[in-house]
């Protein structure tokens, strides 16, 4: 097996489960050494109250192949992201070669209700459990890969250049995923000068933990849920928009993608990687068509 990224450091914040934990798997199949930061621990769970923790992805990194670390960080508090820093650069002599900005955590605050009628206090939280996390992680992490003159910056975002134009159904979700969006957008001025690509990056309708569970499924049955949701059938695995990451990150003409708004997807027909079943979902194209476009009743093999 190939490993490309034998002695890069990536940082995957937000990893605890998820897509996160996907991106950061992947990562450490191909060689890296990944640092897995979030709240819950084997210690202590955040306001979440999921049962994953970042030992666990640091453990699975492992078993891939990488090197994982796991680092508590709440990344909501800048002291914190200090810290973090400062591990980095102690333990690696400065070098971080990828940051992948995976903060999220506001589901629990959203409601899919008009805005007025929205809770204004949880649509603000989210706001800013979304949005001042990345803010914060790229104000304190991009001196390092600045300083380097090289690396890999990749914000995780809902939603790419295919359907951005789409109200998601919640204007505090809408404005925080487009806000991500636009700055793996910005990010590319500010980035290039130095030698740093910056983009943006979406799963498709992504098979997490929770999202599992929510359709009483596992991993093994996970087709018994299209029977609920039909919309089921295009989903994908957490490693899919993993590997999305691993490619990019191994590319060295990846600064073609920059500021561009991407999706696993579309990296799959790109760089040839599948899911884990050997399928290419693109959930992107499909939701485009079959959903916000004409094609009610197009079938699903023809996406994946």
């Given at each position: 097996m190939q490993r490309p990224l034998v002695g890069q450091v990536a940082l995957v914040t937000g990893g605890t489960r998820g897509a996160g934990r996907g991106m950061a798997v992947e990562l450490g199949a191909a060689g890296a050494t990944v640092y897995v930061t979030g709240r819950t621990t084997r210690e202590s769970r955040s306001p979440i109250g999921r049962p994953e923790t970042i030992e666990d992805t640091a453990d699975l990194v492992n078993e891939a192949g990488?090197?994982?670390?796991?680092?508590?960080?709440?990344?909501?508090?800048?002291?914190?992201?200090?810290?973090?820093?400062?591990?980095?650069e102690d333990e690696q002599g400065g070098r971080l070669d990828v940051l992948?900005?995976?903060?999220?955590?506001?589901?629990?605050?959203?409601?899919?209700?008009?805005?007025?009628e929205h809770d204004l206090d949880n649509g603000l939280r989210a706001l800013r459990n979304g949005l001042e996390t990345h803010l914060i992680t790229l104000h304190t992490v991009l001196p390092m890969l600045v300083r380097n003159k090289r690396g890999l910056?990749?914000?995780?975002?809902?939603?790419?250049?295919?359907?951005?134009?789409?109200?998601?159904?919640s204007m505090f979700f809408d404005m925080v995923k487009v806000a991500i969006t636009r700055l793996g957008k910005m990010l590319k001025d500010e980035l290039e000068p130095h030698g740093v690509t910056s983009l943006s990056l979406t799963p498709g309708f992504l098979r997490s933990e929770e999202m599992l569970e929510h359709f009483g499924v596992t991993e093994d049955n996970w087709r018994d849920a299209i029977a609920?949701?039909?919309?089921?059938?295009?989903?994908?695995?957490?490693?899919?928009?993993?590997?999305?990451?691993a490619a990019l990150a191994a590319d060295p003409g990846r600064s073609r993608?920059?500021?561009?708004?991407?999706?696993?997807?579309?990296?799959?027909?790109?760089?040839?990687?599948?899911?884990?079943?050997?399928?290419?979902?693109?959930?992107?194209?499909?939701?485009?068509?079959?959903?916000?476009?004409?094609?009610?009743?197009?079938?699903?093999?023809?996406?994946?």
């Open positions: 990488g090197q994982g670390i796991a680092v508590r960080c709440d990344h909501m508090v800048p002291d914190d992201v200090s810290a973090l820093v400062k591990q980095i992948v900005d995976d903060t999220w955590g506001g589901d629990q605050w959203i409601e899919w209700k008009p805005l007025w910056v990749i914000e995780v975002t809902d939603g790419d250049d295919l359907f951005n134009d789409r109200y998601r159904g609920t949701d039909r919309w089921f059938a295009i989903s994908e695995t957490p490693r899919y928009i993993g590997r999305a990451v993608w920059s500021g561009r708004s991407l999706s696993s997807g579309v990296l799959a027909k790109h760089y040839g990687f599948t899911d884990l079943d050997g399928s290419q979902p693109e959930a992107s194209r499909f939701f485009a068509d079959a959903y916000f476009g004409d094609k009610k009743n197009a079938d699903v093999a023809d996406y994946r």
